[in-house]
T-cell receptor
Framework: AQSVTQLDSQVPVFEEAPVELRCNYSSSVSVYLFWYVQYPNQGLQLLLKYLSGSTLVKGINGFEAEFNKSQTSFHLRKPSVHISDTAEYFCAVLTRMRNTPLVFGKGTRLSVIA | NAGVTQTPKFQVLKTGQSMTLQCAQDMNHNSMYWYRQDPGMGLRLIYYSASEGTTDKGEVPNGYNVSRLNKREFSLRLESAAPSQTSVYFC???????????FGEGSRLTVL
């Protein structure tokens, strides 16, 4: 079975500083990888996804993530954060098998400090 | 632009009461899901329905039942609510098996 580990539960960062949110996964088969964002009192929305092809994936709001198969990682980065990026971020993995549901990590709360 | 609609948004129950959370999607998606979100636990899958007419248990199904009423609707029932079921519940749907889920805004349930 697949699993996802988000290495930091909380990440405080100053406005305009860079940030990296770390995600590692384990799976015995090929996977698709995702980052979702949850703003306060809202549902989750897709930030970016890796299905195949280029290992560097760009998403909305200036975020990007890099798939590293050898390290089984999919870290999320942004070169300069804004106050509006304050949210909870979830990494998720889906195996390339029919009808298996998405598995989420426990989330990383990003707090951007003015 | 409704997407995924959940009702109710808030509910307070007493221990032992029953209730049903309703979910409907208008995107013609095959798959639908119910998750619960608790602090520090992330999202945990309760039940899912890969297609109309099928349902499967997720990680935390105990104390819950589901019904896939038709392609649009997927309801979650608590037969005898317990304080441990106090949580925020999210319904989601997806089309092809590419992992892109579309979420409702959540239903906050408190069991006293």
């Amino acid at each position: 079975a697949q699993s996802v580990t988000q290495l930091d539960s909380q990440v405080p960062v100053f406005e305009e500083a860079p940030v990296e949110l770390r995600c590692n996964y384990s799976s015995s088969v090929s996977v698709y990888l995702f980052w979702y964002v949850q703003y306060p009192n809202q549902g989750l929305q897709l930030l970016l996804k890796y299905l195949s092809g280029s290992t560097l994936v760009k998403g909305i709001n200036g975020f990007e993530a890099e798939f590293n198969k050898s390290q089984t990682s999919f870290h999320l980065r942004k070169p300069s954060v804004h106050i509006s990026d304050t949210a909870e971020y979830f990494c998720a993995v889906l195996t390339r098998m029919r009808n298996t549901p998405l598995v989420f990590g426990k989330g990383t709360r990003l707090s951007v400090i003015a | 632009n409704a997407g995924v609609t959940q009702t109710p948004k808030f509910q307070v129950l007493k221990t032992g009461q029953s209730m049903t959370l309703q979910c409907a999607q208008d995107m013609n998606h095959n798959s639908m899901y119910w998750y619960r979100q608790d602090p520090g636990m992330g999202l945990r899958l309760i039940y899912y329905s890969a297609s109309e007419g099928t349902t499967d248990k997720g990680e935390v199904p105990n104390g819950y039942n589901v019904s896939r009423l038709n392609k649009r609707e997927f309801s979650l029932r608590l037969e005898s609510a317990a304080p441990s079921q106090t949580s925020v519940y999210f319904c989601a749907s997806s089309g092809l098996n590419t992992g892109e889920l579309f979420f409702g805004e959540g239903s906050r349930l408190t069991v006293l």
